[in-house]
């Protein structure tokens, strides 16, 4: 095949950026993280049984709208659940303390001098 004439139109040259196409798709919109899991970590240190609510809860919505925040509503549970567990212990041990205490002034039978005694007062 010869080459076209002078002064007819041939295929396009490409420019100095390449040739022209479509432009450049939008990057993915990135999804903002949940809500119920920030203030999951936020009630761990504040109410910790509501921060074990607060992050179960967030992440079966993470799993199914694709959020961000998965460790943030796992963090959460897990010192929610942490935190829950050592108040427990430590009301236990406070109720064992004073029906110590009180049994203690009972055996006595002074009439609760003992129990401030035995309390240090």
């Known amino acids: 095949m010869a080459d076209a004439p002078q002064g007819s139109y ?3 040259q490409p420019g100095p950026y390449g040739p022209y196409g479509y432009p450049y798709p939008y990057p993915p919109m990135q999804m903002g993280t949940n809500t119920l899991a920030i203030l999951a970590l936020v009630f761990a240190f504040v ?3 509501a921060a074990i609510v607060m992050g179960a809860v967030a992440r079966r919505q993470i799993q199914r709208t694709g959020e961000q925040g998965m460790g943030l509503a796992t963090a959460g549970l897990v010192l929610g659940i942490v935190f ?4 427990v212990i430590w009301i236990v041990a406070v ?4 029906a110590d205490a009180v049994h203690q002034s ?3 039978n002074d009439g609760g001098a003992a129990l401030l005694g ?3 007062l």
Do not use: Q
């Open 10 to 12: 041939g295929a396009p």
């Open 47 to 49: 109410f910790a049984p």
């Open 84 to 87: 829950t567990v050592i108040s």
């Open 95 to 98: 109720a064992v303390f004073f």
């Open 106 to 108: 009972n055996l006595t």
């Open 118 to 120: 035995y309390l240090g």
